[in-house]
């Protein structure tokens, strides 16, 4: 009966997602790399089907989001980081295609002020009751 009821408690306590996360960073980006990074964002957004969540702005140059996507910029200091990331598994189609479009649009774009990390996982607990 025990064992029953913290069962029952962890169950409806929480839930793991997986979520997979790829960073990129301009660093030392100035007004010009903004609006490069607009224009890119927009782009890979459109040809990957995710909508726009958020207008952009000085500090957030791009937020799209689907159900199970997201792309998100932010300005930090004098550079911008961005990460693509995703809340499903196998990958989405709309993740795959917008890795490979971001990756060489700011690639060709930032050449040297960019770095990329690898992909890596991360799992969120979320809280449910």
Known sequence: MRALFLLAAAASISACAFQEA????IVNADSRDSAKLIRIS???AAESGLPQAGAPGDKMPGFYRSDKVMLNA???????????SRFDSPAPHAYTRAETLLTSGLSKAFGRKLTISPPHPVERVLVTE
């Open 22 to 25: 790829r960073d990129y960073r």
């Open 42 to 44: 927009r782009q890979v």
């Open 74 to 84: 932010n300005r930090r200091g004098n550079d911008i980081e961005i990460e693509l």
